[in-house]
Antibody, heavy 119, light 108 residues
Framework: QVQLVESGGGVVQPGRSLRLSCAASGFTFSSYGMHWVRQAPGRGLEWVAVIWYGGSDKYYADSVKGRCTISRDNSKNTVYLQMNSLRAEDTAVYYC????????????WGQGTLVTVSS | DIQMTQSPSSLSASVGDRVTITCRASQSITTYLHWYQQKPGKAPKLLIYTASSLQSGVPSRFSGSGSGTDFTLTISSLQPEDFATYYCQQSYSSPQWTFGQGTKVEIK
């Protein structure tokens, strides 16, 4: 069965960096686009970034553009989110999510990893 | 940017009630509209894709309709496990998606 397991969250000071990882299993990872979606405490869902199945194309929400980089290693079935210059408003649960195959919706989600930006 | 507005933001209903949640887009998104259910402390779960297609394994009491700018998620007979927050999401402007703000369905 499809499994997505995020790691790398934690408490980080404003201005610092953090890298999130998402290990995938149960499907042909290299055939699917992958997304990061976040949810601030008590708030709604916010799409963050997507990477095409081969890694050639990447797109970002305006709120993270220039500060975050999405990447993937298809040999390790893992997608990453490098977050730099972190701000308090980046505090959220970050979900790794599998694209349906047409870049239209998410069909599988990870359990999420919490990032807290605080001094 | 395409804005998605859900209404109501919350509602109280009883088991067995028919529940309707509305999602409105700031411009036409044809049928690039999808619905998710999220329970506290859990990841979202896909319910409906492309406005009206039921995701595999989702009970048939859930249904979706609409096109253009106005969409509806209906739960025909609310069950105890349906108390959750529901989100719509547009992918017309793919690859940059936007979600609605959510509708919390609570027990009356």
């Amino acid at each position: 069965q499809v499994q997505l397991v995020e790691s790398g969250g934690g408490v980080v000071q404003p201005g610092r960096s953090l890298r999130l990882s998402c290990a995938a299993s149960g499907f042909t990872f290299s055939s699917y686009g992958m997304h990061w979606v976040r949810q601030a405490p008590g708030r709604g869902l916010e799409w963050v970034a997507v990477i095409w199945y081969g890694g050639s194309d990447k797109y970002y929400a305006d709120s993270v553009k220039g500060r975050c980089t999405i990447s993937r290693d298809n040999s390790k079935n893992t997608v990453y989110l490098q977050m730099n210059s972190l701000r308090a408003e980046d505090t959220a649960v970050y979900y790794c999510a599998r694209d349906n195959g047409g870049y239209t919706y998410v069909d599988y989600w990870g359990q999420g990893t919490l990032v807290t930006v605080s001094s | 940017d395409i804005q998605m507005t859900q209404s109501p933001s919350s509602l109280s209903a009883s088991v067995g009630d028919r529940v309707t949640i509305t999602c409105r887009a700031s411009q036409s998104i044809t049928t690039y509209l999808h619905w998710y259910q999220q329970k506290p402390g859990k990841a979202p779960k896909l319910l409906i894709y492309t406005a009206s297609s039921l995701q595999s394994g989702v009970p048939s009491r859930f249904s979706g309709s609409g096109s253009g700018t106005d969409f509806t998620l209906t739960i025909s007979s609310l069950q105890p496990e349906d108390f959750a927050t529901y989100y719509c999401q547009q992918s017309y402007s793919s690859p940059q998606w936007t979600f609605g703000q959510g509708t919390k369905v609570e027990i009356k």
